[in-house]
């Protein structure tokens, strides 16, 4: 069974950076796609990033455009989520996300993974 596990979260400043990551393991591991989305108390979870592994290509939420970078290390089965210029709404759970090569998820709320991470916690205060 594959199993992600994030890591990096935190608690910063308004205006401060963390870095998250997640690694794959176990299982037969052929993603389409990883994904960071992220919950707050009370929030439906949201999708953050997504990058597409085949042809390299990242699509972000209007909310972290600019401010997010999603990248991935094929050969380590890792993904990273590097985050600058926090803001208190950026506070939520996060999750890392993944769908396999060889079924119907994507990632996305709409047409979701197949594997999710437990979260890391990342608190930005004002």
């Known amino acids: 069974q594959v199993r992600l596990v994030e890591s990096g979260g935190g608690s910063v400043q308004t205006g401060g950076s963390l870095r998250l990551s997640c690694s794959a393991s176990?299982?037969?591991?052929?993603?389409?796609?990883m994904a960071w989305f992220r919950q707050a108390p009370g929030k439906e979870r949201e999708g953050v990033a997504r990058?597409?592994?085949?042809?390299?290509?990242?699509e972000y939420a209007d909310s972290v455009k600019g401010r997010f970078t999603i990248s991935g290390d094929n050969s380590k089965n890792t993904v990273h989520l590097q985050m600058k210029s926090l803001k208190p709404e950026d506070t939520a759970m996060y999750f890392c996300?993944?769908?396999?090569?060889?079924?119907?998820?994507?990632?996305?709320?709409?047409?979701?993974?197949?594997?999710w991470g437990q979260g890391t916690q990342v608190t930005v205060s004002s």
């Open positions: 996300a993944a769908a396999s090569l060889f079924s119907s998820g994507d990632c996305t709320t709409g047409s979701p993974p197949d594997y």
């Open positions: 176990g299982g037969t591991y052929s993603p389409y796609c």
């Open positions: 990058i597409y592994i085949g042809r390299g290509t990242t």
